[in-house]
């Protein structure tokens, strides 16, 4: 059986693993996210450590961004203008298949977590797959026809326009559009608007009522534009369990019976979904891209 490897390039951590082609994790190793030096150079010693008990057919990447993903981009690879200090420019993608010269599957945190979903996780048996992560930031990522879904450069659907609750005046804290869906709904924007933490906020708070019905608006967008079969919702904020019955609720509400499939009625709890993966979800979706770059699809 072959074996792949799967970078979660992070902010603020790495994980890195090499798993078969099951999915099955075989090795791994974690650490903080510093220089782009040290933290490829570790990235690198650890696929040679491993090499030898696990001969690797192709590595996958999912790394924060943003990303240049056009291959025919002079800079495909690379990480594009991010503010986190020295990482702007890097050349990601080259440096690690100049260590290995294996094929590399490169592709964002959330484009990868849906795909490891897709095939391992909650999203399996359905095409297309929305997967989002509402946490300090809000991303999402599609799986369609089985693959990443990329175009102009990747879907930004963490920034989506959604309309606000009546009576909010909350300006939002997203640096670009102010009162998007991240800048209203992500965590940041919860401990702004409230003045606490969004893990210190009691159930019975005003704020997760409003936080389930933005959801929910950036879910309507999102099942009246490009039909998901299924959602996936993970990250810090979903961790808060009464999110999913509310968000489940406003959706179908807000929908109002339009769009005429079971999926939005009495089978909605297997339709808006937590993800399964857990903390290997990124790197898993990693391993997954490289399976892709290898020509395997997954199989
Ligand atoms: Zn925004």
């Known amino acids: 059986m072959g074996f792949f490897g799967g970078v979660e390039a992070g902010g603020t951590k790495f994980v890195c693993i090499v798993a ?9 190793t974690r650490f903080a996210t510093t220089t ?28 924060f ?31 690690l298949r100049a260590a290995f010269g294996l094929p590399l599957g490169f592709d964002t945190d959330v484009n990868a977590a849906a795909l490891g979903e897709y095939l391992w996780g909650a999203g399996r048996g359905a095409d297309p797959v929305a997967y989002f992560t509402i946490g300090t ?45 991240e800048g ?10 409230w003045g606490q933490p969004a893990e210190t906020l009691p159930d019975d708070h005003p704020a997760w009522q409003l936080e389930a019905e933005y959801i929910a608006r950036a879910l309507v967008n999102v099942i009246l534009l490009i039909s998901p079969q299924r959602i996936v919702l993970g990250g810090g904020v979903m961790q808060r369990a009464l999110l999913f ?49 290898a020509g395997g699809e997954g199989q």
């Not at 209203?184 to 702004?192: F, H, V």
């Open 184 to 193: 209203l709904a992500s965590g940041t924007a919860l401990r702004q608007r």
């Open 36 to 63: 782009p030096d040290e933290t490829l150079g570790r990235t690198i010693a650890f696929f040679e450590e491993q090499a030898s008990a696990y001969p690797m057919q192709a590595i996958g990447v999912a790394s």
């Open 137 to 181: 930031g809000i991303g999402g990522g599609f799986i369609v026809h089985g693959k990443p879904l990329h175009g102009l450069v990747h879907p930004e659907s963490g920034h989506i326009g959604i309309p606000r609750g009546a009576g909010d005046v909350f300006g939002g804290v997203c640096p670009y559009h102010g009162d998007c869906f």
């Open 245 to 293: 019955p509310l968000v489940r609720r406003k959706t179908a509400q807000l929908l109002n019976g339009y769009v005429g499939s079971p999926a939005l009625g009495e089978e909605i709890e297997n339709y808006i979904v937590p993800p399964l993966l857990g903390g290997y979800a990124g790197a898993l979706g990693a391993v997954a891209l490289g399976m892709q770059a």
């Open 20 to 28: 078969d082609a099951a999915g099955v994790v075989q090795a791994e």
């Open 65 to 95: 961004g943003p990303l240049d993903l056009d291959p025919a981009s002079p800079t495909y690879g690379y990480i594009t203008n991010t503010p986190k200090p020295g990482w702007a420019g890097v050349d990601f993608a080259g440096r």
